[in-house]
DNA sequence: AATGAATGAGTTTTCATTCAT
DNA sequence: TATGAATGAAAACTCATTCAT
């Protein structure tokens, strides 16, 4: 699985491709033996030495930041958006990406005591969220008592069952039913998670 | 929060307390500092040896499943009393419980690769619940539609919420109450997950 | 040149030896090869493994701490006895401890950027200076203008000569006679030198 | 303190001022930090790219021999004018570029194991002071004892205060009037050292 | 000729686990 | 039986040096 055949210097051209392989691999490191997979095995899998891995990122939890920051970006693209059913489309990859993303959540949620940085918070979300859901409410799709901080509360608890159950997407789906049928996505399935895993920037 | 104060060989009436004192450091430590925490930092905090931790536990997770048992046989003897009200005061412990054992709970997921040994598993859970549930949807006080794996489903997702925002109770209270307003325990309070803490054999 | 024969666990008994062997073969190595010698290199000399060294001693700098501290030992230990000559005993040991040391001194020069322990420090010196030479002018065995101040310059000279030109002891007594003949150490030999180093606590 | 402003190839027009300020930024990095800055660290300072650093230097001590070499021969010109008073001059720039290249020195003296190459060497400095030194004395301007090789003991002495007490000269004043008086130099002042640091090549 | 990314070989640092006392 | 030192095997991290562009 690894993504470079040799391990050639490829040049700097590459440089955009490696820390894209590099993301990519953590993902799938993290999400197959848990937060702590050695860094080496991360830079192995990507297909570059150890050196470029910490060219690219700090260390273990600049790669989750990183993630987020493109989790974020790629929301707010989409909350940027009008049209009708934004927000279906929004909910949605939020529950998509908050799947694809468990394993760096929990590096974070991990190191707690070092500190988000300032651009990792709640607020980005209610700010994302703000907008659409009262467009869904005005058009009766969603419960009208619900807030954004309620949303994210609902993402929360998505992680919960993500991480006591690994890749039971059909847990997942109960568990969103259980709150509200109106929450569970359209399409929830393995190929959607590995589209937004592959997604990262 | 107790330690033993010199370090004289205070012979084997020792050692449940030392059990327990090490139970109870870890998880502190685990809460503060995450999984990381070396054992020989939790040994400390307990104010044993290394040694010691290791007369009485494998290793880490060796920690996390003698809390899990500790937990399951609360939690049996609770759901083996009979009476009305018992799904109430079971719910409640049992949320109660699964809030102060996080530390834990993260441990074990966080090294899902290991496998769980036997006697943590849904199932127990699942077979305590049964019955108290049974009685108290036969009493209208919950849904009808609800099974008792569908509480295990609103447990971890709990913990989702626990996890990613620690010691806000107030957070889960709401999380809960999304799903639905009987979920919420009378008495969620910092006091009573201390209670849950030093309740550990 | 390995201080102990095998590489036995010999035990916690062994745990003074061993930080004595650390310290004579970070000397020994630092002054060999220069400040850069590796940690390994250090426990590997001294026969322990690089736990030991890291249990004994935070890192690299402490190491040059730790050597100072005993150095400031034997001086204060030697300015507290009294009786005539005592000047002359304490001069020309500090010279050859100088001498002896260093190694540790240009390892804290080099990472003077760390700052100092508040215990390292020349005022500490200056104290243990002051009364003996007191005496000694007192007693017109030197120059009257002097102050403790200016010695712990001179003790800067020799290390500048000790640095400049390893090994050439000569180097150093001509160097003290450039400042005053009185100064020059009666025995400045290499088995002075290395009587010091080994006497390390 | 020059840094070449964008990163546009400029030709070899900018060779030199390239040389000059990766020796400046080496000079004030090496003091800063010590003898470990990284290499990269030197070149960004110097506003050039790592390749640029190393197709002047062929590394860390090529940097001082270089600053050495430079130091060289600014003394021989000196040495070579002649006149009266022409000790005074090459004493006082010696102890000034003494104090300006501590940081090479430092450097030269960590490698010490790697031996010198032959163009650096006491000999060149002994060479450079002997006529005029033998001037000083006939006009009875320093004491008739002293020989070049005593004054390269001094530079010695000087270089031990130097490390000692960075950046304190009036310790390096008082330390060369223990010596002698007329050892001291006239002008010994930061803009005296920053002079001696920007002149080099 | 300049840039700065990539390599890869150290070095440092950390712990789980063992074991002498 | 308890203690805490020692081991040793990872893992993290750092740079000098090379090299594609």
Known sequence: MSRTSGRANRGPAAADENRR???LAARELLTEQGGRVPLSAIAQRAGVSQGVLYRHFRGRLDLAYAAFEDNFRTLEALAAQVGPGRFRVLWDTLVVVT???TAFIELVV??????LPDDISVERLVDALTAPLREAQRDEEVPASWTPADLVLVLNMVHGVAVSRPGDLDAVRRALGLVDPSLVPA????????AARTAST
């Open 187 to 194: 399409d929830l399935s393995e190929a959607a998670l590995q």
């Open 21 to 23: 392989a590099i993301l």
């Open 110 to 115: 991990a190191e707690r005591a070092s500190g």
């Open 99 to 101: 799947l694809a993303s």
